[in-house]
């Protein structure tokens, strides 16, 4: 199972490098642009989904489980922003790339160097967004924070779709070919 996680890390640093690459062909003013998206626009999706990530590391590390490769720098851009699922981090765009690529390195270094199957299946106790308490298997919230990435990255390559942008391949199964 843990060989399975650091694929799937693997593969979401890969997709968000080329995804970042292909929003980069973008004006500031396209990016921004309300496409009639869940979130509006590509930069506020971005946003999102490193907002998601950030408070799931968030967990992690106040649960005690950052084992050393996660410490509160990372998520201390949104910590009075934890329940707001909208907020944008950053406006800039070239600092939510590089914000992104910190979080996409230390995420793998994480799920590569400091987990195991014993510790994927042990329990996260957490606050929701809804500040309700919640347990669920470290497993089942890494699935969820992985697919959840691809969820909103599947928005964004429509979106760039629709303005001539080709994202190029983002299977999974082809991707990941000899990991």
Same mark, same amino acid.
């Given at each position: ?13 890969l997709?968000?490098?080329?995804l ?13 642009? *309300? ?8 930069? !506020? =999706?971005? #946003? ?6 950030? #408070?799931?590391?968030r /967990? ?6 950052g084992?050393? /490769? ?17 907020f944008?981090?950053?406006? *800039?765009?070239?600092? $939510? ?5 910190s979080?996409? =390195?230390? !995420? ?6 400091? !987990?195991?199957?014993?510790? $994927? ?5 957490? /606050?929701?967004?809804? #500040? ?9 919230? $890494?699935?969820?924070?992985? #697919? ?8 964004? =390559? ?10 190029g391949? =983002? *299977?999974?199964?082809? !991707?990941?070919?000899?990991?």
């Amino acid at each position: 199972m843990h060989a399975t996680f650091i694929k799937l890390a693997k593969y979401n640093q890969l997709m968000n490098g080329a995804l970042y690459a292909a929003v980069e062909t973008l004006t500031d003013g396209k990016r921004k642009a *309300d496409a009639g998206a869940f979130f509006g626009s590509i930069h !506020l =999706t971005l #946003n999102h989904i490193l907002w998601a990530d950030k #408070n799931w590391l968030r /967990r992690f590390i106040i649960a005690g489980h950052g084992y050393g /490769r996660l410490t509160a720098g990372i998520y201390e851009n949104i910590q009075d922003k934890i329940s707001e699922h909208r907020f944008e981090i950053h406006s *800039d765009f070239v600092a $939510l790339k590089q914000d992104r690529i910190s979080v996409d =390195t230390k !995420l793998l270094t994480w799920v590569s160097e400091s !987990l195991s199957d014993e510790r $994927l299946q042990q329990v996260l106790h957490y /606050r929701n967004a809804k #500040n309700e308490d919640m347990s669920r298997t470290f497993a089942d919230v $890494l699935t969820h924070l992985f #697919n959840h990435q691809t969820h909103h990255r599947g928005q964004i =390559t429509t979106l760039l779709s629709q303005q001539g942008v080709d994202v190029g391949v =983002t *299977d999974y199964i082809a !991707l990941s070919a000899g990991w």
